[in-house]
């Protein structure tokens, strides 16, 4: 169905003089109070118009409702006004009520056609807009901003409402394959509940990986679970229920993490094995010696020399099959790596940092998986954790910058809009073009100017 809107747009302008911005701001104010909510608004009501005499016409052909009775046979009954929150501001619309003339049903074809809920206050493409928007500030400032920007009025309790009930943070974790498998937590102001013994401490867990072609992977966001529920999971989103905890078909090949144990032992049975982040390994040597009363001058050269010890040379690039000649020599340089670490261990050991000594032996077998799983395979994984740290900046920005007072839902919530717009974006958009129904069925052309004085 094609029709022909006209507008007609009455404009005084002033011969005394007036500026190029009150101009501008005059003619958004008009389109934004009644243009574009206007003309939406009328392409509705003609359809509804069409759909109305179409569906009261004998044998006419073409969509319609959902059948009632058996030989359904339409007749006026009533109009009805409804009004719609939008992006492009309110749109008022006065929709047809037919009844059938058989079995005494009644029914609103528009609101079928577009599949919009009886009492649905809003559109799904204002909710993407919400959405994005608390995922970048906090709601005091989104409904500001909505209603400077868009002359959209949405108070901050309907905001939040929205966005605790979307399923937009849904993440697909089904059949979920990764090389290397990152996590990490961070702190956040919670919302204290003394009679849950809930104090203003929460923490925050995120799990994401990188596949074999560079591909980033979420895998969630969770608060108020252990590592270990989060490995549970995990587990049990990506691997069948069939397949035994200890079987080899697991979400991911290397598990990395900063040494964290509670961390290390939860997530264990998703990988099948661990790696240490050498950039951790080298910054944390200095808590077991600074609390052995290690001078600054001792602790950061134990750190320069652990840094030395770990920078066996690699490629630049993440693919590389490596010779048979070379893999002995590279296996060389790995045991006399893990030596040099033994050898720091035990002088630190000896000038009285025995605390340091075991925390380098504890680490010292998984510093060097990257290297290992790279002779086997000829994938050389990262050697560092920097792919999450970057994650857990934007979210502790959000978090911890931003806002205040989170429920533990609501940390989640948001974590996980943030982790699935910038780490899956192609989902993202996937998820809001199902949801919208965009499917190129509305073509809109402004045809013009016309002057007519």
Known sequence: MQQTLYMEVIGSLSEKGFSLDELVLKVKQVLDEKGEPGIVGLLLMVFDESLFRRLTTENAEGWRPRPCCQSPRYEFLAKRKRSFRTSVGHVQISWTRLRCRRCGKTVIPLREFLGVAPYQPKTAELERVVAQTVSETNYRRTTKELALVGDIPVPKSTAHRWVMQSDCDEIR??????DVLFADGTGYKRRPDPEKGLSNKGELKVAMGIRRDGVVV??????GLSWEEVGKAIRGNTVPAEIPTNAHDRPAQILMTDGERELAQGLADLANDQA?????????????MWRQGAKQKEYQEAQGRLAGV???EVPAEDFKLVPEAEKEQIAQSVQQAEEGVEKLACELATKGYSEA????????DKLFTHIRFWLKTGLLPTRTSSLIE??????????KKIAFGWSERGAAKIARIIL??????????EYWTKRLRVENNVVVVLIGPRVKS
């Not at 974790?173 to 990764?178: L, P």
């Not at 979420?218 to 608060?223: D, I, L, Q, Y």
């Not at 240490?276 to 077991?288: I, K, N, S, T």
């Not at 970057?390 to 978090?399: A, I, N, Q, S």
């Open 420 to 429: 699935k717009r910038i780490t899956s974006a192609a989902e993202w958009d």
């Open 218 to 223: 979420p895998f969630g966001c969770w608060s």
């Open 357 to 364: 000594a075991i925390y380098l032996r504890n680490a010292k």
């Open 276 to 288: 240490r982040c050498q950039w951790h390994a080298v910054r944390q040597l200095y808590h077991p």
């Open 310 to 312: 770990l920078g066996i």
């Open 390 to 399: 970057r994650m857990m900046r934007e979210l502790g920005r959000r978090l």
């Open 173 to 178: 974790t089904d059949g979920k394959v990764v």
